[in-house]
């Protein structure tokens, strides 16, 4: 049976039920009496009738108001500011309380055991975010929602019930936190109840009590704050005075961008860092990794000159192309520099930093205390614990650019974004590579579609790829290396990369002892980027969400603004519209849903699709493979996802970010000038691919009737529009 669709269409039917009654009533009730003297006489009347039967009265509006909130209809709030209207505070208080408990809890059932798809499928974000409070916070989250909404209070009725919270601990709490609330709106309802002429509406009783209203949602939130964060902070002595506004510990992309903010806005800073300023992304990995696949990419048209008409050929040469990148993050560096921060007046303290105390972080044998401080730690290649793997000398994305011999036989472990990258480039600089991946395919986070174009290139290149393989084990046999894999294949190598992800950076830095780790080591933080202890914020890869260098950016504005100003203003942390680029040849370019993450979701879409090999710069830099997949609302130019396959694909991908961000259809991009022979034109001639498809068939039959009659034409033989390519028949 379908108790989703039952429940829907019950509630919908008495909504519109009570909408209309109501609707007529009141038309009843006004009809020939607009004077605020008949309206105060019939209010009077009825409160009359309520003093002679009590008990049928409460009983009456408890069960009217239970149906309500049991059903999720709305008009919650109407009937609550009724109920003090009619019974007064205290009577009315009681009744609101114990109703809306009642029916909050019914509800709350009802989703356990009859919606639990429905409400799954219908209301994803609250869901997830109830069930991860919940979990993390128990009654006290529940408490926090119902003394500040930030859902409405029937999607918590529904989200509760999708969790494992007793009904007991959901009705008393919900009847704690929603009391003040209560208690404001049953005494906004008394005094309106009060108006005897129109000169109440300005008294002071009335308008006390609708600021009370108005008041109510800033002064819970402040409070409750402010009881949160004085509950976390009391096993600690706060200083009476500080030493800076700001302590960042981290100078990789989050740490800098973080001191520059605050720097930017006067405050006193210090940046500390154990190793080289810039972090892994100058030093390790954006840097580096971009410019030896320049070299390799120039080495693979260096052995097919003919195709540009050119004779002739390059020749790697690893030990320079080491020492090029050794180069290029030396004239990026200065950007990074201590000397450039100590010129924007922040101090730069070079030791490895510890947190003691929610305000103390001691470095160098010293401790500096500050208002708030913020973890900037990074992250670290993850090495699996496979038998025999310490004894092959393993290589990670941050060792292996100190080699300065070339491998012969490279074995690469990982088939994501670092590893694909790194074995092509290997590939066209001659060396024997092959590329192990535990999945079924490469790149396993986007559509199967870009997963073949990525292998179908590495294998052009002669990289070796196998997926679906876990390595079982590695072993040193005299002067050769064999990786044995657990389907039984055995692999010789010189060198292995290891490239089977990421963890962020949290032990070793205090955090163990200050309880802000979870229980698989990982760094809890809200929306704002605080942790658990209110002082301490968070930005960049340590947090183990998105970890680019452009995430690390964009979360430090967020970390750096509500530490420093957080007590007058907060900035929830969103990435509406976040690019990812992987830098393969062709690139791989997305922002937004993939198609898998909306069939996943249960996104209603539509695919169009342009191949680059219509594109003529893309002719003409003989680099027209590929294709761009956007992904819109059905029948609608609303962009849901771009994903782009192709040469340029990361700057294309930038003018979909941008729409995204700004709520800019495919329609805004067509009308959009690009100059010509660009790439940037690929975008425009994919919303003109959607428009073709969307465009109204009555329209073109309409055009070509008057087209015709302006050519001098009597009669039409067919009202039927020629075919217009891709356009539904």
Known sequence: MDHAGTFHRLAKVLGATLFFAAILLLAVLIKGHLELAEVTSRLAALRDWIRLHPNLAALSYGLVYVAVTGLSLPGAAILTLIGGSLFGLLTGTVLVSFASVIGATLAMLSARYFLRDSIERHFPEAVAKVNQGVATGGARYLFALRLIPVFPFFLINLATGLTRMSALTFAWVSQLGMLPGTIVYV?????????????????????????????????????????????ALQSWRRPRRFDYNLIVIGAGSAGLVTAFIAA????????????EMGGDCLNTGCVPSKALIRSAKLAKEGRHPQRLGLNGGLEPDFAAIMDRIKRVIARVAPHDSAERYRGLGVDVIKGRAKIVDPW????????????????????????PPIPGLTNVEPLTSETLWKLTEQPKRLLILGGGAVGCELAQSFARLGCETTLVEALP??????????????????????VKVITAADAHSFEQAGQSRIAHLADGRDIAFDRIVIAVGRRPRTRGFGLEELGLLDNNGRLIVDDRLRTRLPTIYAAGDVIGRLQFTHAASHYAWFAAM?????????????????????????????????????????TAYEV?????????????????????????????????????????????????????HHGLGLNSILRTIHPYPGWMEAAKATAGEWRRAHAPAWALALSARILQWLRGGCHIRSSRPPPVDGMPR
């Open 562 to 602: 509500n530490a420093l100003f957080g007590n007058f203003k907060n900035w929830n942390l969103h990435t509406k519209a976040f690019p990812v680029v992987i830098y393969t040849d062709p690139e791989i370019a997305r922002v937004g849903l993939s198609e898998a993450e909306a069939r996943a979701t249960g």
């Open 608 to 660: 169009t699709r342009y191949d680059l090999a219509e594109l003529d710069r893309a002719i003409v830099d003989e680099a027209n493979e590929g294709f761009i997949k956007v992904l819109t609302e059905v029948n609608k130019d609303r962009i849901l996802g771009a994903t782009i396959v192709g040469a340029r694909a990361g700057d294309m991908l930038g003018e979909f970010t941008l729409a995204m």
């Open 360 to 383: 103390t972080v001691e470095v160098a044998g010293r401790n500096l205390t500050a208002r708030r401080l913020v973890l900037a730690t990074g992250a670290e290649p993850a090495v």
């Open 187 to 231: 005494n906004a309802g008394q005094q309106l109840a009060s108006i005897q002429n129109a000169g109440d509406v300005l008294s002071a009783r009335v308008i006390l009590a609708f600021a009370a209203l108005a008041a109510l949602p800033f002064a819970a939130k402040a409070g409750s704050t402010w009881w949160t964060d004085r509950n």
């Open 264 to 275: 930017t806005a006067r405050a006193k800073v210090a940046l500390i860092e154990e190793g």
């Open 441 to 462: 395919r490469l790149i396993a986070g986007e559509d199967e579609d870009v997963s073949e174009a990525v292998r179908a290139a590495l294998l052009a290149d002669g």
